[in-house]
């Protein structure tokens, strides 16, 4: 009965490789979004997605793409990975609303090497 | 620029000594004001949301209020089971939200 769920929950791999991490949520909700948080326990927002659709897309390298294949779901895939890019990735989902409290996963802690 | 700061970065308390943490934002058009708790290798779990000023929120030993500045965590009494990193996060618009940096917690019996 997971709310978010996230995978894989670890991820090494080398500088230059494309991985992907996949993001589901049971809640029901219309809004998803993918977080990167880094060493200093920062949590910065990359994409978010209402309904399927791309409705905030931050800073981003291009290499990083998000893929939203039902409102239910949102990937992260990252292209030609780079040392910087190891963090910890967290997907969370909210309601529209004025309710607006962010269930989060787990996280994926993604180590480049 | 819109910046959430949380203070101290980290704060040691015995178990029963009660304390505050501060959230400050220079967010402009503030929807809502969010606290978190995050566990060691674990997603942050929703506590609170304030919407205005003079709002305060309580749920067992803790306490959020709302200023047009800044946010408090009060924690009163507090149990080793407190121990954890507590964050803070202003959503700005329709889906946009900063957080701080977060404050971690340590309550030592």
């Known amino acids: 009965d997971t709310a978010v769920s996230q995978t894989p929950k670890y991820l090494v791999t080398q500088m230059g490789n494309d991985k992907s991490i996949k993001c589901e949520q049971n809640?029901?909700?219309?809004?998803m979004y993918w977080y990167k948080q880094d060493s200093k326990k920062f949590l910065k927002i990359m994409f978010s997605?209402?309904?399927?659709?791309?409705?905030i897309n931050e800073t981003v390298p291009n290499r990083f793409s998000p893929k939203s294949p039902d409102k239910a779901h949102l990937n992260l895939h990252i292209n030609s990975l780079e040392l910087g890019d190891s963090a910890v990735y967290f997907c969370?989902?909210?309601?529209?609303?004025?309710?607006?409290?962010?269930?989060f996963g787990p996280g994926t802690r993604l180590t480049v090497l | 620029e819109d910046q959430v700061t949380q203070s101290p970065e980290a704060l040691r308390l015995q178990e029963g000594e009660s304390s505050s943490l501060n959230c400050s934002y220079t967010?402009?058009?503030?929807?809502?004001l969010f606290w978190y708790r995050q566990d060691p290798g674990k997603g942050p779990e929703f506590l609170f949301t304030?919407?205005?000023a003079g709002e305060e929120k309580e749920k067992e030993r803790l306490k959020a209020t709302l200023t047009k500045k800044e946010s408090f965590l009060h924690i009163t009494a507090p149990k080793p089971e407190d121990s954890a990193t507590y964050l803070c996060?202003?959503?700005?618009?329709?889906?946009?939200?900063?957080f701080g940096s977060g404050t971690k917690l340590n309550v030592k019996p």
């Open positions: 996060a202003v959503q700005h618009n329709f889906n946009k939200f900063y």
């Open positions: 304030l919407y205005s």
């Open positions: 997605y209402n309904n399927k659709e791309l409705i």
């Open positions: 967010v402009s058009g503030l929807r809502g």
């Open positions: 969370a989902s909210s309601q529209v609303g004025e309710l607006n409290e962010q269930f």
């Open positions: 809640l029901g909700h219309d809004t």
